[in-house]
């Protein structure tokens, strides 16, 4: 296997947490269209996984179009990898690298929802102290201060158990997208990300 091979295959598998398909949760997770944010944007981003003893730092792109959302994975040498493109309530999926990966990539998908959309979702703006909402995945508890989301932990609604916990850290002046820097950390599948957002901007609609 070639080096640009090996490291996409391992790029996947460190950052969903998975050996192999019998890790991952029997039903696919379920992801409302992407119209139902307002805003338009684009994020470059440069995320750090980890799970157990293995860490892989990449880089991807993210943007947000009207009822398109496409997450690009960039590989060392600044080329695609793979792209994960939802329009509406449909993900399809192109791997330029041709490597057999070990998971739905709906998966990725997920957590960018999980970041940017669920709960409050983006853009919001609510008091301090914590905020309960409810998801297809469960239930979330957010918790705000000083005008800002600190953390947005989901909850198993039968076992109250904690399924992830996402921790939004740095200032946000008003026309930002996300924090500069958001904590991701997954029980159910053991994973971690720390995810560092190095270039956030808003967009116009896509021309009718």
Not at 142 to 153: A, F, K, N, P, Q
Request: with cysteine; net charge neutral.
């Amino acid at each position: 296997m070639s080096l640009k091979r090996a490291w996409v295959a391992f790029l996947c598998v460190a950052a969903l947490g998975c050996a192999g398909r019998k890790t991952l949760p029997e039903t696919e997770p379920v992801l409302p269209s992407p119209a139902r944010l307002e805003a338009n944007f684009f994020l470059r981003q440069a995320i750090l996984a980890r799970h157990e003893r293995r860490s892989v730092m990449f880089e991807a792109a993210l943007e947000k179009r009207d009822d398109v959302l496409r997450l690009v994975g960039l590989t060392p040498y600044g080329s695609p990898a793979f792209m994960i493109e939802q329009t509406g309530t449909e993900v399809r999926f192109i791997n330029y690298v041709q490597v057999d990966l070990p998971f739905d990539p709906i998966h990725m998908l997920s957590d960018v929802h999980r970041v940017l959309i669920e709960g409050s979702g983006m853009g919001a703006r609510l008091g301090d102290g914590n905020h309960n909402f409810e998801s297809a995945a469960g239930s979330i508890v957010e918790t705000w201060s000083d005008g800002r989301i600190v953390s947005r932990v989901f909850i198993d609604r039968d076992s109250t158990t904690e399924l992830s916990r996402i921790e939004f850290r740095g200032a946000r002046d008003p026309g930002s997208i996300t924090s500069p820097f958001v904590i991701l950390r997954d029980r159910t599948r053991g994973y971690e990300l720390e995810i560092k957002t190095v270039e956030q901007r808003l967009l116009g609609s896509v021309p009718r």
